[in-house]
């Protein structure tokens, strides 16, 4: 039985982008050089930690980046981006974007994290974009 405790991503809930990287890329390579013959022969215990830290690092690296994903689709929209290549460029398409805008707008300001008027800036900028025929 392993004495090493399992990760999981909430282990990485306040870890800096670069700390989740250097993890996950560390674990990778030990991954890599075990299936390859690499280096010094590892463990089974520190394959299957280095596997387990690589799950929970990739998880929590992704959740965190998609946190920033309505802010990146309302600053492509604001530059101009068609709305249909905002929703390729996502893997959604046009109306599940448009949803979760205006879903997670409205979620700030019921909650005190954005202003009214802030919120219809953006809503503006959502609803050109919607109306905008496509490119």
Same mark, same amino acid.
């Given at each position: 039985?392993?004495?090493?405790?399992?990760?999981?991503?909430?282990?990485?809930?306040?870890?800096?982008?670069?700390?989740?990287?250097?993890?996950?890329?560390?674990?990778?390579?030990?991954?890599?050089?075990?299936?390859?013959?690499?280096?010094?022969?590892?463990?089974?215990?520190?394959?299957?930690?280095?596997?387990?830290?690589?799950?929970?690092?990739?998880?929590?690296?992704?959740?965190?980046? @998609?946190?920033?994903?309505?802010?990146?689709? @309302?600053?492509?929209?604001?530059?101009?981006?068609?709305?249909?290549?905002?929703?390729?460029?996502?893997?959604?398409?046009?109306?599940?974007?448009?949803?979760?805008?205006?879903?997670?707008?409205?979620?700030?300001?019921?909650?005190?994290?954005?202003?009214?008027?802030?919120?219809?800036?953006?809503?503006?900028?959502?609803?050109?974009?919607?109306?905008?025929?496509?490119?």
């Amino acid at each position: 039985m392993s004495t090493l405790s399992t990760p999981t991503p909430a282990d990485y809930v306040d870890a800096p982008r670069r700390e989740l990287l250097d993890a996950l890329t560390a674990a990778e390579g030990v991954l890599v050089d075990n299936s390859h013959g690499i280096g010094a022969p590892r463990t089974p215990d520190d394959v299957r930690h280095a596997a387990l830290v690589a799950l929970a690092t990739a998880r929590a690296l992704a959740v965190l980046l @998609l946190r920033f994903e309505p802010w990146t689709q @309302l600053d492509a929209l604001r530059a101009g981006a068609p709305l249909v290549d905002v929703a390729a460029a996502c893997g959604l398409d046009v109306d599940e974007v448009l949803a979760g805008l205006r879903s997670r707008v409205a979620g700030q300001v019921e909650h005190g994290l954005m202003p009214r008027t802030v919120a219809d800036e953006l809503l503006a900028a959502v609803e050109h974009a919607a109306a905008s025929p496509p490119a």
